[in-house]
């Protein structure tokens, strides 16, 4: 545990949060350190005993998330130089499980399938452009009388195999990850209900605005993107309770890797994805 690295993302001195998480480990509760542990700790008092806290089990969380991804994938005898560093320098789960992401035992896929087929090569040499002349004749030595009966079953099985590995790439993910944070904006629309299950007509519910709350709203999506309007109704009945009918989508405003929406029900959500063209 780095602890020194842990003082610097709080602001305290590294003897500090080794003495705070040392009392934490012994079975301490926050306010019993923050009371009777003053002289042991700095007087740290109980908001930064909390950060601390929950600092140092994300890290941990991370560390032995990042042995088990290491262990699993040099199983699999292949776990390279380069993607030991990569994952030794993750600094967050989500980073961890993209890498892993490719290597991570799960059941057989449409890309599996078309592999199994003997497809892989032929997908590998239409991502890479080497493919010469027509793709429909260099499709044509793969259909058989069986499993892929014209050219076009052919090409969908390739198209599996080239947007799982687009969908298993960890830079891109993490480009688009930060692209939508960056860019998306967020539009929710006020759903006509029956009167006993209507909202408030005081709630101002036809709202937009950005998703990342630090962007000003102003802002709108780069040139050459567009948006595309998807609205996502979930269907209450006039028997069902509506806890919160005036709620809508929020974001939580922390960080990319963090940021989580939540939806209530009796509303409908129009979300405006951004998309390239």
Known sequence: MDFGQVARDLGLNESQVRQAVELL??????PFITRFRKDQTGALDEEQIRKIKDRVEKLRTIAERRQTIRRSIELQ????????????????LKVLEDLYLP?????????????????????????????????????????????????????LSVSHIIAEGFAENAELRDAIRRLVWKEGRLRTQK??????????????LDVEGQLNPDVPSETGVQEGLGSESTVVEQPTTSDQQVADPGAAIVSTGESPELATAETVTAETVTAETVTAE
């Not at 480990?25 to 926050?30: A, E, L, Q």
């Not at 005898?77 to 967050?92: F, G, M, R, Y």
């Not at 090569?121 to 793969?142: N, R, V, W």
């Open 25 to 30: 480990d012994d079975g301490n509760t926050v």
């Open 103 to 155: 290597y991570k035992p799960r059941k057989r896929s449409l890309a599996s399938v078309a592999r199994e087929k003997g497809l892989g090569p032929f997908a590998e040499q239409m991502l890479a452009g080497a493919i010469t002349g027509d793709i429909d004749e260099a499709a044509q030595q793969f259909v058989n009388s069986t499993e892929l009966t014209s050219v076009d079953d052919v090409l």
């Open 77 to 92: 005898d292949k776990l390279t130089d380069e993607l030991v560093a990569a994952i030794d320098a993750a600094k967050t």
């Open 191 to 204: 759903l006509e209900l029956p009167d006993e299950l209507n909202a408030n007509d005081e709630d101002d």
